[in-house]
Protein backbone atom coordinates (compact mmCIF):
# COMPACT_ATOMS: atom_id res chain seq x y z
CA UNK A 1 0.00 0.00 0.00
CA UNK A 2 1.35 3.43 -1.26
CA UNK A 3 1.73 6.09 1.74
CA UNK A 4 -1.07 8.76 1.00
CA UNK A 5 -1.68 12.60 2.75
CA UNK A 6 -4.62 12.73 5.01
CA UNK A 7 -7.48 13.29 3.35
CA UNK A 8 -10.49 15.28 5.54
CA UNK A 9 -13.28 14.31 2.82
CA UNK A 10 -12.13 10.45 2.71
CA UNK A 11 -15.24 8.07 2.26
CA UNK A 12 -13.30 4.90 1.63
CA UNK A 13 -15.00 2.35 4.08
CA UNK A 14 -18.77 2.67 3.06
CA UNK A 15 -19.74 1.39 6.40
CA UNK A 16 -17.75 4.01 8.47
CA UNK A 17 -19.39 6.89 6.09
CA UNK A 18 -22.56 5.69 6.46
CA UNK A 19 -22.07 5.01 10.28
CA UNK A 20 -20.86 9.18 10.21
CA UNK A 21 -23.87 9.81 8.02
CA UNK A 22 -26.25 8.56 10.75
CA UNK A 23 -24.24 10.36 13.54
CA UNK A 24 -24.30 13.91 12.18
CA UNK A 25 -28.28 13.16 11.65
CA UNK A 26 -28.87 12.54 15.07
CA UNK A 27 -25.62 15.22 16.24
CA UNK A 28 -25.69 18.18 13.64
CA UNK A 29 -23.20 20.50 15.34
CA UNK A 30 -20.94 17.39 15.29
CA UNK A 31 -17.97 17.51 13.06
CA UNK A 32 -18.29 13.75 11.54
CA UNK A 33 -15.67 13.87 9.23
CA UNK A 34 -11.74 12.03 8.94
CA UNK A 35 -10.30 13.94 12.04
CA UNK A 36 -6.80 15.20 11.02
CA UNK A 37 -3.30 14.86 13.08
CA UNK A 38 -3.19 17.20 15.65
CA UNK A 39 0.29 19.23 16.95
CA UNK A 40 3.73 20.42 15.73
CA UNK A 41 4.58 19.18 12.03
CA UNK A 42 7.62 18.83 12.71
CA UNK A 43 7.38 17.22 15.90
CA UNK A 44 9.94 14.20 16.80
CA UNK A 45 7.15 12.39 18.67
CA UNK A 46 4.25 11.04 17.31
CA UNK A 47 1.31 9.59 19.63
CA UNK A 48 -0.91 7.08 17.91
CA UNK A 49 -4.22 6.49 19.12
CA UNK A 50 -7.05 4.15 17.75
CA UNK A 51 -9.71 5.97 16.28
CA UNK A 52 -12.33 9.21 17.26
CA UNK A 53 -14.32 8.33 20.33
CA UNK A 54 -18.33 9.59 19.62
CA UNK A 55 -18.58 12.61 21.50
CA UNK A 56 -14.84 13.51 21.39
CA UNK A 57 -12.79 13.98 18.55
CA UNK A 58 -15.72 12.91 16.75
CA UNK A 59 -17.85 15.86 17.73
CA UNK A 60 -14.73 18.24 18.12
CA UNK A 61 -12.66 17.10 15.24
CA UNK A 62 -9.26 17.06 17.46
CA UNK A 63 -7.98 14.05 18.62
CA UNK A 64 -8.53 13.05 22.37
CA UNK A 65 -10.91 16.05 22.87
CA UNK A 66 -13.70 15.89 24.38
CA UNK A 67 -13.70 12.59 25.78
CA UNK A 68 -12.40 10.78 29.18
CA UNK A 69 -8.90 9.51 27.48
CA UNK A 70 -7.89 12.95 26.60
CA UNK A 71 -8.24 13.95 30.45
CA UNK A 72 -5.50 11.89 31.04
CA UNK A 73 -3.61 11.84 27.78
CA UNK A 74 -3.62 15.79 28.05
CA UNK A 75 -2.65 15.94 31.92
CA UNK A 76 0.47 14.14 31.47
CA UNK A 77 1.66 15.40 27.77
CA UNK A 78 1.15 18.74 29.82
CA UNK A 79 3.36 17.61 32.59
CA UNK A 80 6.33 15.93 30.20
CA UNK A 81 6.49 19.20 28.77
CA UNK A 82 4.51 18.66 25.48
CA UNK A 83 1.67 20.76 25.60
CA UNK A 84 1.28 24.24 26.70
CA UNK A 85 -2.06 23.50 28.75
CA UNK A 86 -3.59 20.25 30.68
CA UNK A 87 -6.72 20.17 29.40
CA UNK A 88 -7.99 19.88 26.01
CA UNK A 89 -11.41 21.51 25.44
CA UNK A 90 -11.93 22.65 21.85
CA UNK A 91 -10.65 23.29 18.55
CA UNK A 92 -10.08 27.37 19.21
CA UNK A 93 -9.09 26.80 23.12
CA UNK A 94 -5.12 27.92 22.05
CA UNK A 95 -3.82 24.43 23.11
CA UNK A 96 -0.41 23.89 20.97
CA UNK A 97 1.74 20.88 20.84
CA UNK A 98 5.49 21.32 21.57
CA UNK A 99 7.44 18.27 19.83
CA UNK A 100 4.73 16.37 19.41
CA UNK A 101 1.75 15.25 16.87
CA UNK A 102 -1.38 13.08 18.04
CA UNK A 103 -2.87 11.16 15.10
CA UNK A 104 -5.13 7.65 15.00
CA UNK A 105 -4.87 4.82 13.51
CA UNK A 106 -8.56 4.99 11.96
CA UNK A 107 -9.23 9.01 11.35
CA UNK A 108 -13.24 8.03 11.33
CA UNK A 109 -15.61 7.42 14.37
CA UNK A 110 -16.20 3.32 13.73
CA UNK A 111 -19.40 1.68 15.35
CA UNK A 112 -18.15 0.19 18.91
CA UNK A 113 -15.45 2.21 18.69
CA UNK A 114 -14.50 -1.42 16.96
CA UNK A 115 -12.87 -0.69 13.68
CA UNK A 116 -13.15 -3.38 10.97
CA UNK A 117 -9.87 -5.28 9.56
CA UNK A 118 -10.25 -4.03 6.39
CA UNK A 119 -10.94 -0.22 7.61
CA UNK A 120 -7.70 -0.23 9.74
CA UNK A 121 -5.91 -1.40 6.77
CA UNK A 122 -7.57 1.25 4.43
CA UNK A 123 -6.53 3.91 6.96
CA UNK A 124 -2.78 2.61 7.06
CA UNK A 125 -1.58 4.59 4.09
CA UNK A 126 -2.53 7.84 5.77
CA UNK A 127 -0.41 6.60 8.99
CA UNK A 128 1.83 5.09 6.26
CA UNK A 129 2.38 8.95 5.19
CA UNK A 130 2.98 10.41 8.89
CA UNK A 131 5.54 7.50 9.83
CA UNK A 132 7.55 8.43 6.90
CA UNK A 133 7.29 12.02 7.18
CA UNK A 134 8.96 11.99 10.98
CA UNK A 135 12.64 13.53 11.10
CA UNK A 136 15.39 11.22 12.53
CA UNK A 137 15.40 10.03 16.13
CA UNK A 138 11.63 10.08 16.45
CA UNK A 139 9.53 8.26 18.87
CA UNK A 140 6.36 6.74 17.77
CA UNK A 141 3.93 5.98 20.97
CA UNK A 142 1.54 3.26 20.17
CA UNK A 143 -1.51 3.46 22.64
CA UNK A 144 -2.91 0.31 22.67
CA UNK A 145 -2.50 -2.87 20.59
CA UNK A 146 -4.39 -1.94 17.69
CA UNK A 147 -2.54 1.22 17.16
CA UNK A 148 0.81 -0.80 17.93
CA UNK A 149 -0.16 -2.91 15.27
CA UNK A 150 -0.67 -0.43 12.91
CA UNK A 151 2.66 1.26 13.01
CA UNK A 152 4.24 -2.28 12.73
CA UNK A 153 2.71 -2.24 9.47
CA UNK A 154 2.77 0.81 7.80
CA UNK A 155 6.23 0.54 8.67
CA UNK A 156 6.23 -2.63 6.72
CA UNK A 157 7.81 -5.16 9.48
CA UNK A 158 6.55 -8.49 10.89
CA UNK A 159 4.05 -8.53 13.29
CA UNK A 160 5.80 -11.73 14.71
CA UNK A 161 9.08 -10.11 15.42
CA UNK A 162 7.49 -6.86 17.02
CA UNK A 163 4.80 -8.27 19.96
CA UNK A 164 3.48 -5.56 22.26
CA UNK A 165 3.64 -4.84 25.45
CA UNK A 166 2.95 -2.28 27.92
CA UNK A 167 6.87 -0.19 28.52
CA UNK A 168 7.99 -2.11 25.45
CA UNK A 169 10.66 -0.12 23.08
CA UNK A 170 11.10 -1.59 19.16
CA UNK A 171 13.55 -0.52 16.92
CA UNK A 172 12.13 0.51 13.72
CA UNK A 173 15.33 0.91 11.79
CA UNK A 174 16.18 4.95 10.81
CA UNK A 175 16.51 5.86 14.30
CA UNK A 176 13.13 5.53 14.99
CA UNK A 177 11.72 3.81 18.14
CA UNK A 178 7.97 2.17 18.76
CA UNK A 179 6.77 3.05 22.63
CA UNK A 180 4.01 0.65 23.45
CA UNK A 181 1.77 2.03 26.02
CA UNK A 182 -1.62 0.26 27.14
CA UNK A 183 -4.35 2.46 26.01
CA UNK A 184 -5.84 5.36 28.24
CA UNK A 185 -9.34 4.55 27.94
CA UNK A 186 -12.18 4.63 30.55
CA UNK A 187 -12.10 0.67 31.27
CA UNK A 188 -8.29 0.62 31.38
CA UNK A 189 -7.37 3.95 33.91
CA UNK A 190 -11.07 2.71 36.25
CA UNK A 191 -9.71 -1.16 36.40
CA UNK A 192 -6.05 0.43 36.84
CA UNK A 193 -4.85 -1.99 34.15
CA UNK A 194 -3.52 1.87 33.49
CA UNK A 195 -2.35 4.14 36.27
CA UNK A 196 -1.55 7.72 35.27
CA UNK A 197 1.78 6.93 37.05
CA UNK A 198 2.20 4.11 34.67
CA UNK A 199 1.23 6.54 31.82
CA UNK A 200 3.70 8.83 32.86
CA UNK A 201 6.42 7.15 33.00
CA UNK A 202 6.14 5.76 29.14
CA UNK A 203 6.31 9.54 28.42
CA UNK A 204 9.14 10.21 30.38
CA UNK A 205 11.03 7.67 28.61
CA UNK A 206 9.81 8.96 25.02
CA UNK A 207 11.47 12.25 26.63
CA UNK A 208 14.75 10.11 27.25
CA UNK A 209 14.55 8.95 23.80
CA UNK A 210 14.41 12.01 22.56
CA UNK A 211 17.33 13.96 24.22
Same mark, same amino acid.
Given at each position: ? %??A???? $?? &? ?7 FLR??K /?Q? +?D ?10 D??A ?5 GL?P /??? /?? =? ?7 G ?6 LYE @??FAC?FS???V ?8 Q?? =? ?9 L +?PQ =?K??GS??R?? =?A *???QE?? !?????S????? /?????R?VV @??TG?R?V?F? *??H????D? $??GKI ?6 ? !???? @? &?T ?14 ? %????R
Open positions: M %KAEFDP $AC &QACPRLSGEV /GH +PYHCRPVAPFGSARLLVVA /GMH /GA =NATGRPFTDHAGIL @TLGTAPSVQVDDGLLV =NCRITNAVKC +P =NPLEIEC =N *FLQLQ !SLPPAVVLAL /GGIAHA @TAKQDP *FAGAEHL $AELLDSYHC !SRYN @T &QRRLTPLMFRQVFERA %KQLL
